[in-house]
T-cell receptor
Framework: RKEVEQDPGPFNVPEGATVAFNCTYS??????FFWYRQDCRKEPKLLMS???SGNEDGRFTAQLNRASQYISLLIRDSKLSDSATYLC????????????FGKGTHLIIQP | GAVVSQHPSWVICKSGTSVKIECRSL??????MFWYRQFPKQSLMLMAT?????????EQGVEKDKFLINHASLTLSTLTVTSAHPEDSSFYIC?????????????FGPGTRLLVL
């Protein structure tokens, strides 16, 4: 079983719609969780950290369910510029360890 | 702030040559640097963790004698792909972490595309 699993998509979504991505991780000892965004042929950029209490940053909301080892990302009022690959990322031992990336979910926002 | 640069941004080389990639933290001191690679349509995979002044820790399956890592200062880490072969063609990305900047955030460089002919 892969450490971090995501639906690769692509998700084709009309502009203005709400879209949700999910991710599961296998290592119950994982300590930190993130969503990154990667544009074509570019490095990943941190979108937001994910906390058990849930957190929101503008149009983006992230949730973590430790019991189910499940992470979600919700994007409201999607913009054309949201088109990218969204990477679910887990850090096994806090900051001391490298990051484990999912393969990403490809999102295409259509005008 | 928290800018990480990589050089070169892309390189094409002949099979058998060695390629050195530099990763620099421009405005902070990186106590730890990480090296990842990404093959087409695959996830980023951690290759090694490098702490300043000590030997790198390699992930399982990554040959330490083929991928030489030097982290000689708090702002520079280098990855040398020795005797590169076509299967080493990939997107190599470094990241840097500094506790002084807060938390465990890793700041990524722009990546280096390596094509081995």
């Amino acid at each position: 079983r892969k450490e971090v699993e995501q639906d690769p998509g692509p998700f084709n979504v009309p502009e203005g719609a709400t879209v949700a991505f999910n991710c599961t991780y296998s290592n119950s000892a994982s300590q930190s969780f993130f969503w990154y965004r990667q544009d074509c042929r570019k490095e990943p950029k941190l979108l937001m950290s994910v906390y058990s209490s849930g957190n929101e940053d503008g149009r983006f909301t992230a949730q973590l369910n430790r019991a189910s080892q499940y992470i979600s990302l919700l994007i409201r009022d999607s913009k054309l510029s949201d088109s990218a690959t969204y990477l679910c990322v887990v850090n096994r031992r806090g900051g001391a360890d490298g990051l484990t990336f999912g393969k990403g979910t490809h999102l295409i926002i259509q005008p | 702030g928290a800018v990480v640069s990589q050089h070169p941004s892309w390189v094409i080389c002949k099979s058998g040559t060695s390629v050195k990639i530099e990763c620099r933290s421009l405005d902070f001191q990186a106590t730890t640097m990480f090296w990842y690679r990404q093959f087409p349509k695959q996830s980023l995979m951690l290759m090694a963790t490098s702490n300043e002044g000590s030997k790198a820790t390699y992930e399982q399956g990554v040959e330490k004698d083929k991928f030489l890592i030097n982290h000689a200062s708090l702002t520079l880490s280098t990855l040398t792909v020795t005797s590169a072969h076509p299967e080493d063609s990939s997107f190599y990305i470094c990241s840097a972490r500094s506790g002084s900047l807060g938390g465990e955030t890793q700041y990524f460089g722009p990546g280096t595309r390596l094509l081995v002919l």
